[in-house]
């Protein structure tokens, strides 16, 4: 039997995730983070893009999009609290891609009055989302 850490994936609206896993892969600020068993113990923010968990006894991996957030690591218990987080076979490829078009306009319109730094955030999720959706179809 493979050794196994808890997981919790939590949003503000519902708990995603809950329960066992030998590997999750998170997108951390600076590169995707691999936590196994007996992990030392971490705090870190996340960037948007999917949450990879291998579930013990079952072929593919749980994939959770997360907008961003915290990941805080115990040698037992790995908590993921994201202010919004989407399982993956619940992902809009054409909501991320209009949302990605959208993004993108607001930054080019030079003359609107737009907060830049928020088309931005949206960008990255909207590109984070698509990039989820990737993964989801290579996995199965």
């Known amino acids: ?24 892969i998170a997108p951390g600020q600076r590169g995707e983070l691999g936590i196994y ?8 923010t996340l960037k948007p893009g999917s949450v990879r968990i291998k579930v013990p006894n ?6 959770i999009y997360v907008s961003g957030g915290i990941l805080e690591v115990q040698p037992n218990v790995v908590t993921i609290l994201s202010d919004s987080a989407i399982r ?11 949302a990605m078009r959208s993004a993108e306009e607001a930054m080019k319109d030079k003359a609107a009055t737009i907060d830049y ?7 990255a999720q909207a590109v984070a989302q698509l990039a989820a959706i990737k993964k989801l179809r290579k996995l199965t």
């Open 37 to 44: 068993p007996r992990h030392t113990p971490l705090l870190t």
């Open 117 to 123: 730094a928020q088309a931005q955030i949206e960008l």
């Open 88 to 98: 993956g076979a619940d992902l809009d490829e054409a909501k991320a891609l209009e």
């Open 1 to 24: 039997m493979a050794m196994t850490i808890h997981v919790d994936i939590v949003s503000a609206e519902k708990t995603l995730y809950s329960g066992s896993a030998e590997v999750v």
């Open 58 to 63: 079952q072929v593919e991996e749980e994939l």
